[in-house]
């Protein structure tokens, strides 16, 4: 079965309309044409019978005359009665329900050797029976013997349920091309992408659904800007006393005591900013054209100056919709957390081939020679203020937001990440994005 809305539907219209075709001439011809051709069969035979009963009566030339006139000006029938001539040597030439109806009536209503031909001639059909002294032969018309022109029923059935179905095409792309865009338009707001212009068209039904779509689309930002209000209002209120500590402490001197609190002081300013960039996610800011090549470049050359190894490798086109600074922050703290804690840093981003209604995706690898996580603990680190004790602190020095935070941007892209092991022995992220 097709998996598209538009080939499903066009399939409900063309199975019942090609059965129904194949029904109704099944009926006409087996039915229909077959009784109409018995008919005319049986006809063309009484008629010949009756024309050879009238010229045995008196087999004089004068009457096969008056018979061979009357019954070429009254019944269109070409009569000849040959006297001395005997039936043709070779068999009939005869096929289809034509033949079989012929010879069936002849041999019920003449019991006579007969020949019949309907090969020779396009128009005509040629029947002899043989009497005492000759044989009559008849050239009657084959439209006297079977219904000719049943071509032309299929040919009307056939061509108006060819308009018909062009007419459903036409009418059922207009009617499917509303649930795309409504489609389209849901796919673009999970990609975290701006649907313009859009509007709802369409049955009352597609209406309702595109209807219901733009509330709750108005609805999660509607929700996404308040709390990201408050908890700006929360981060500047807290920001007041911090910047009044920082103020006091710059005034006490340089003492190890007053160092330590100016340490603190500025922990706590980074957990604000890292709070309020977790609750802001990738909101306020608006998707264009990037080159994910490019991208990774800057985040690489931000890691080498932090004295990270990372090492890059791209295949195919990386150019996509992107909220660019938010992906960039996401593409920072997946490449950052691998440079703390190992050596070297693989970053590979490859393009894959397009797929059955979709663009394809990109896929970005990250790979570490480090010490890596458990496996059990892989989709534990996504969690928010998550911390690990063991061999590898994924936030180490920060809240434990890190990897929430770049889940959070590749969601809000219509993508995702996981974790793996890596074949360079450490830990592999895959970030992956629809195109």
């Known amino acids: 079965m097709p998996r598209g809305l538009y080939w499903r539907s066009l399939i409900i219209i063309v199975a019942p309309m090609v059965l129904l075709q194949f029904v109704v001439t099944y009926v006409f011809l087996e039915r229909h044409w077959q009784l109409v051709t018995e008919r005319l069969s049986a006809k063309t035979v009484a008629e010949i019978a009756l024309l050879l009963s009238d010229y045995q009566e008196n087999p004089t030339p004068e009457r096969a005359t ?10 269109g029938l070409p009569v000849a009665f040959l006297d001395g001539e005997e039936l043709p040597e070779t068999p009939s030439s005869t096929s289809g329900l034509l033949a079989d109806s012929l010879n069936d009536e002849l041999r019920r209503r003449i019991t006579r050797p007969y020949w019949i031909n ?6 005509y059909v040629d029947i002899r029976i043989a009497y005492d002294g000759g044989v009559m032969r008849v050239l009657t018309p084959a439209s006297h013997v079977y219904a000719s022109n049943s071509h032309i029923f299929l040919v009307w059935m056939f061509s108006t349920s060819i308009v018909l179905l062009v007419v459903a095409l ?45 509330e709750m689309r108005a609805r999660i930002e509607r929700q996404i800007e308040q709390r990201t209000a408050m908890l700006a ?21 340089d003492s190890p005591e007053f160092i330590e609190l100016r340490e603190d002081v500025a922990e706590m300013e980074r957990m604000l900013d890292d709070y309020l960039e977790f609750a802001r996610g990738h909101q306020g800011e608006a998707s264009e054209e990037t080159d994910l090549g490019e991208l990774i470049e800057e985040v690489r050359d931000d890691s080498h100056r932090k004295g990270h190894d990372v090492r890059l490798e791209f295949h195919g086109d990386l150019t996509l919709p992107l909220r660019r600074n938010a992906f960039k922050r996401c593409l920072t703290n997946v490449i950052d957390n691998a440079g703390k804690y190992a050596e070297h840093v693989w970053v590979t981003a490859i393009r894959d081939a397009e797929t059955d209604g979709g663009g394809g995706s990109i896929d970005i690898l990250v790979d570490d020679d480090g010490e890596g996580i458990p496996e059990e603990q892989l989709e534990e680190v996504f969690r928010p203020f998550y911390r690990l004790d063991a061999a590898r602190n994924l936030d180490k020095g920060g809240t434990g937001l890190g990897l929430a935070i ?4 590749a969601r809000g892209h219509g993508g995702d990440i996981t974790l793996s092991r890596s074949p360079m022995g450490g830990l592999r992220a895959i970030i992956h994005l629809p195109v």
């Open 66 to 75: 008056r018979i061979s006139a009357r019954a070429g000006h009254d019944l």
């Open 118 to 123: 309907t090969a020779n001639y396009t128009e």
């Open 170 to 214: 036409l009418f059922l792309r207009n009617q499917i091309r509303p649930i795309e865009r409504l489609a389209e338009a849901a796919e673009s707001f999970g990609m975290g992408r701006d649907v313009a212009n859009y509007r709802p068209q369409g049955a009352s039904e597609v209406r309702r659904a595109a209807q219901a779509f733009m």
């Open 233 to 253: 209002g929360v981060s500047h209120d807290l920001r007041t006393p911090l910047t009044r500590f920082k103020l006091q402490l710059a005034m006490l001197g």
């Open 406 to 409: 770049a889940r959070d941007i």
